[in-house]
C-alpha cells in the first residue's frame, strides 16, 4: 500500500458493510480505517489524519448527520474535511439537510461500488482544489477556489456548471477526466457534460472547432491544458 495514497475513514455501526467498503476501497488504491460509530471515529481522527470520510446517516449515538456538522463546526483540519454521507433515505430534503451541514455529496443505499468509487474520487479532486490557486491558459486566468476566470484582466462570466467543469478539469492540468467523473462533480446527467463543454469551449477557444485548452480525449473524457 502507497503511504501517500489517500486516507479514508468508514463510520458505519453495520459492521459487515463496514468491512465490505475497506476491502473494496483498499483493493483499489487507498489507505482505509474504520469506526463503528462518531464517538469511535472522533477518537481515530484524535491521533491520524484523513482526507475524506465516508459516512453512515443513521447509527446509535451519534448520528451522522449531527457528527458531520460538529466536525464542520470545529476547527483545524477536520473542520474542512471531506465527506461523503451513505444513507437509505432517498427523499430530496434529506439529501438537502446534509448539504446544508456541510456534507460534500450524498449517496443512497444500495449503491453500485463502482459509482462510490467515482464519488470518492471527484471529491478528493475537488478537495484538492484548494492546495493549487491560479491556472494560466493563453490570455486567460483562472482562480480555482473562487471559480473566477479572468482575460486580459476582465472576467469572464461563467455559469455554475461551467465553473465546476473548470475547476474539475483545472486541479489536474494536462490529465484527461473522464465523462462520468465530470457528470457527478457537476450534477448533470449523460451528455449533457459534452453541452457544458462545447458552451465553455465558446468562451475560452479561439476557434472551438480547433480547441487548443480544453480538449476530447477519445475513450477517456476532456483535458485541460495548461501554460
Given at each position: 500500500?502507497?503511504?501517500n495514497?489517500p486516507?479514508?475513514?468508514?463510520?458505519?455501526?453495520?459492521?459487515?458493510?463496514?468491512?465490505?467498503?475497506?476491502?473494496?476501497?483498499?483493493d483499489?488504491?487507498?489507505?482505509?480505517?474504520?469506526a463503528?460509530?462518531?464517538?469511535?471515529?472522533?477518537?481515530?481522527?484524535l491521533?491520524?489524519?484523513?482526507?475524506?470520510i465516508?459516512?453512515?446517516?443513521?447509527?446509535?449515538g451519534?448520528?451522522?448527520?449531527?457528527?458531520?456538522?460538529?466536525?464542520?463546526?470545529?476547527?483545524?483540519h477536520?473542520?474542512?474535511?471531506?465527506?461523503?454521507m451513505?444513507?437509505?433515505m432517498?427523499e430530496?430534503s434529506?439529501?438537502?439537510?446534509g448539504?446544508?451541514?456541510?456534507?460534500?455529496d450524498?449517496?443512497?443505499?444500495?449503491?453500485e461500488?463502482?459509482?462510490?468509487?467515482?464519488?470518492?474520487?471527484?471529491?478528493?479532486?475537488?478537495?484538492?482544489?484548494?492546495?493549487?490557486?491560479?491556472?494560466?491558459?493563453?490570455?486567460?486566468t483562472?482562480?480555482i477556489p473562487?471559480?473566477d476566470?479572468?482575460?486580459?484582466?476582465?472576467i469572464?462570466?461563467?455559469t455554475?456548471?461551467?465553473?465546476?467543469?473548470?475547476?474539475?478539469l483545472a486541479t489536474?492540468?494536462?490529465?484527461?477526466?473522464?465523462?462520468?467523473?465530470?457528470?457527478?462533480?457537476?450534477?448533470?446527467?449523460?451528455?449533457?457534460?459534452?453541452v457544458?463543454?462545447t458552451?465553455?469551449?465558446r468562451?475560452?477557444?479561439?476557434?472551438?472547432?480547433?480547441?487548443?485548452?480544453l480538449?476530447?480525449?477519445?475513450?477517456?473524457?476532456y483535458?485541460?491544458?495548461?501554460?
Amino acid at each position: 500500500m502507497n503511504d501517500n495514497a489517500p486516507h479514508i475513514l468508514v463510520v458505519d455501526d453495520d459492521v459487515r458493510l463496514a468491512s465490505l467498503l475497506k476491502k473494496y476501497l483498499s483493493d483499489n488504491g487507498y489507505r482505509v480505517s474504520v469506526a463503528e460509530s462518531a464517538e469511535d471515529a472522533a477518537k481515530k481522527m484524535l491521533g491520524l489524519s484523513f482526507d475524506l470520510i465516508v459516512l453512515d446517516r443513521m447509527m446509535p449515538g451519534e448520528d451522522g448527520l449531527s457528527f458531520a456538522k460538529s466536525l464542520r463546526e470545529g476547527s483545524g483540519h477536520n473542520q474542512s474535511i471531506a465527506i461523503l454521507m451513505l444513507t437509505a433515505m432517498a427523499e430530496s430534503s434529506d439529501r438537502i439537510d446534509g448539504l446544508e451541514v456541510g456534507v460534500d455529496d450524498y449517496l443512497t443505499k444500495p449503491f453500485e461500488p463502482r459509482e462510490l468509487l467515482l464519488r470518492v474520487a471527484a471529491i478528493l479532486k475537488r478537495s484538492r482544489q484548494e492546495t493549487i490557486s491560479d491556472i494560466c491558459f493563453g490570455n486567460f486566468t483562472f482562480n480555482i477556489p473562487r471559480g473566477d476566470l479572468v482575460q486580459d484582466g476582465k472576467i469572464v462570466n461563467l455559469t455554475s456548471s461551467e465553473q465546476i467543469l473548470l475547476k474539475a478539469l483545472a486541479t489536474s492540468p494536462g490529465v484527461p477526466v473522464s465523462r462520468e467523473v465530470l457528470s457527478l462533480s457537476s450534477g448533470t446527467q449523460g451528455r449533457a457534460v459534452d453541452v457544458q463543454i462545447t458552451r465553455l469551449r465558446r468562451k475560452i477557444e479561439e476557434d472551438p472547432k480547433l480547441p487548443r485548452y480544453l480538449q476530447t480525449v477519445r475513450g477517456e473524457g476532456y483535458v485541460l491544458w495548461a501554460d
